[in-house]
């Protein structure tokens, strides 16, 4: 049962450097989603997608960018690395539909963001 | 907008005493609320959800929330805390009608438990 895979685990980037945060899941589901969590901040959206083929910003978007790629996964793309964009990265999927907000969310084991 | 405070950034407990972590969400309508839990170094696991079906809630691990929609409140309860139960827990809410279902967080509570 994998759920949600996330890669990489770890990573360290410069200032400047671009970089790709993969996320895959196995549960078929509708909607997928990229938060960042922050100390004393808990978990801010950067960008989501309801459904296959679309996108929208969240709480936090400036910075990054998402595709799509298809049912499955959904990337985070960080063209030019900024040291505010240190944090823990958490993507997550749920059955999602375009007319119930009660659906459960779940996680991957999330990728530790360091920009130096 | 929504919107999910948690009163009280960290919570300490003794073993076997009763847990209570507070949450109140501001809403024009009735949203859809859940209680995450997080251990260290792991992504969130669903504790509980509220979607209107019943008022007093009950999740994994002894668990359970009251939905009180005079009080604008979804507070977490556990009657006997074990040590197991140290973690990072997070409120969060959906609106209704929320394309796409995507969740509103609070800023967490850490809850630590002494022996």
């Known amino acids: 049962n994998a759920g949600v895979t996330q890669t990489p685990k770890f990573q360290v980037l410069k200032t400047g450097q671009s970089m790709t945060l993969q996320c895959a899941q196995d549960?078929?589901?509708?909607?997928m989603y990229w938060y960042r969590q922050d100390p004393g901040m808990g978990l801010r959206l950067i960008y989501y997608?309801?459904?296959?083929?679309?996108?929208d910003k969240g709480e936090v978007p400036n910075g990054y960018n998402v595709s799509r790629l298809n049912k499955r996964e959904f990337s985070l793309r960080l063209e030019s690395a900024a040291p505010s964009q240190t944090s823990v990265y958490f993507c997550?999927?749920?059955?999602?539909?375009?007319?119930?907000?009660?659906?459960?969310?779940?996680f991957g084991q999330g990728t530790r963001l360091t920009v130096v | 907008a929504q919107s999910v405070t948690q009163l009280g950034s960290h919570v300490s407990v003794s073993e076997g005493a009763l847990v209570l972590l507070r949450c109140n969400y501001s809403s024009s309508v009735p949203p859809y609320l859940f209680w995450y839990v997080q251990y260290p170094n792991q992504g969130l696991q669903l504790l509980l959800k509220?979607?209107?079906?019943?008022?007093l809630v009950k999740g994994i691990n002894g668990f359970e929330a009251e939905f009180k929609k005079s009080e604008t409140s979804f507070h977490l309860t556990k009657p006997s805390a074990h040590m197991s139960d140290a973690a990072e827990y997070f409120c969060?809410?959906?609106?209704?009608?929320?394309?796409?279902?995507?969740?509103?967080f609070g800023q967490g509570t850490e809850l630590s438990v002494k022996p």
């Open positions: 969060a809410v959906s609106p209704p009608y929320n394309q796409g279902g995507k969740l509103i």
């Open positions: 549960m078929n589901h509708n909607s």
């Open positions: 997608s309801a459904s296959e083929g679309t996108t």
């Open positions: 509220y979607t209107s079906a019943a008022t």
């Open positions: 997550a999927s749920s059955e999602g539909g375009a007319a119930d907000g009660g659906t459960e969310a779940f």
